[in-house]
């Protein structure tokens, strides 16, 4: 079962970034090639059938296995980059992270009205990163085909704040 092979790779970084926290690294999945092609062989089981058009990754871990998925089901992928790292005309949203607030974007010309995209990143924690990218979707007339994750820490309740964009959410893993 995939979740059990990832589970065996994925390691625990005690007090990163800050103490209390028991980070989630899944650079160790990148050393593993036979690994990640089964992840991206499954994500492609899972999504091949439901008229995703757009597959947009977040900042930068969506890109791992977002953007083979994409290229795989022959689809575009679309960035979501923090502030000031793309170079052409782009919206932008600004949502609340636990200390702080954060900005990402994409460029204006990424979606477009009626466009189904599905939003993937590593990891789904409180769901802000996901939440924000779902809003800059919708600016540009995009819908929400669904959510992806390799990681889903359930106890932190992050999906809540995906379900009013799509119920079409899934972690490869949940702890």
Do not use: W
């Not at 990891?123 to 959510?147: D, H, M, N």
């Amino acid at each position: 079962m995939i979740e059990e092979k990832i589970k065996a790779v994925i390691r625990d970084v005690p007090d990163f970034p800050k103490e209390g926290i028991v980070f989630k690294d899944i650079t160790p999945i990148m050393l593993d090639a036979a690994l990640s092609n089964e992840i991206v062989d499954h994500l492609v089981e899972i999504y091949k059938d439901q008229q995703i058009d757009k597959i947009a990754g977040i900042e930068s871990r969506g890109f791992l296995f977002g953007y083979p998925l994409a290229m795989r089901l022959g689809i575009p992928f679309v960035l979501i980059r923090k502030a000031g790292k793309l170079p052409y005309h782009k919206i932008s949203h600004s949502y609340d992270l636990e200390y702080g607030s954060a900005v990402i974007e994409m460029h204006v010309d990424a979606v477009q009205t009626g466009d189904r995209v599905l939003v993937h990143d590593d990891l789904l924690a409180t769901g802000g990163s996901a939440q924000a990218a779902a809003e800059l979707i919708r600016k540009c007339g995009g819908e929400i085909a669904g959510f992806n994750f390799l990681v889903g820490l359930s106890f932190l309740n992050g999906q809540n704040k995906l379900t009013e964009y799509s119920k079409n959410i899934t972690n490869l893993v949940a702890y």
